[in-house]
């Protein structure tokens, strides 16, 4: 059964400068450990030329495992500040690896952990959240003459209208949270006088940013 989460949209990478040290963050979409692993050493590939590679990530494929380095960082100035920007936002299924070249000038514990953060923070703010929610496609069978009531319950309740199909009868394909199947059924049965049906497919996931 699927459940809702919170991820990203996008995987992109930003840049940011401090005291002349480049920090540049990539955040990626992995659903399991031996993804996260091999989307690592990728990066490091990438900049294999970086002084350090640090990351954290969390993913949930039925157990939520998180996981950080410092990469030869001060203990607790990279990874950990990454991985509370993760958790912070309360996302699954996400790694962030922010790679430093040295810039020539030491920042401190306090200045390497604000710059971990802010760059990882910056990646996830351009990647944007998006909530997962597990829902079902529902198919509204109607005849024209109810094509427009059904149309105004739908745009009025917001309900996502992904297809729509005009063949002998009108077949509306739509998006809904599996909670509320039952009693959006009911509500159409009643506003149409029963001159409606309904075939209700498996469970997906439809996606909203927050």
Do not use: W
Not at 58 to 74: C, F, H, I, M, T
Not at 77 to 104: K, M, Q, S
Not at 115 to 128: D, I, P, T
């Amino acid at each position: 059964m699927n459940r809702d989460y919170t991820t990203i949209k996008n995987e992109n990478s930003c840049e940011i400068i401090e005291k002349k040290s480049r920090f540049i963050a990539t955040v990626k979409k992995v659903s399991t450990n031996e993804q996260a692993q091999m989307a690592i050493e990728e990066i490091k590939n990438l900049y294999s030329d970086a002084s350090h590679n640090t990351y954290a990530f969390r993913v949930n494929d039925g157990n939520l495992y998180q996981k950080y380095s410092d990469d030869n960082e001060p203990k607790g100035t990279a990874g950990l500040p990454i991985l509370e920007v993760i958790t912070g936002n309360d996302l699954e299924n996400v790694l962030i690896v922010v790679t430093r070249y040295f810039g020539g000038t030491l920042l401190g514990t306090g200045g390497l952990a604000r710059a971990y953060s802010k760059a990882a923070k910056m990646a996830v703010k351009n990647a944007k959240v998006v909530k997962m929610m597990s829902c079902h496609q529902v198919d509204i069978k109607c005849s024209y003459p109810m094509l427009g009531r059904l149309q105004n319950y739908l745009l009025e309740n917001n309900i996502n209208v992904i297809n729509t199909e005009f063949l002998e009868n009108v077949i509306i394909a739509v998006l809904m949270k599996k909670e509320n199947v039952e009693f959006i059924k009911n509500e159409l049965i009643n506003l149409t006088s029963g001159h409606v049906e309904f075939t209700i497919g498996k469970e997906q996931y439809m996606e909203m940013e927050i």
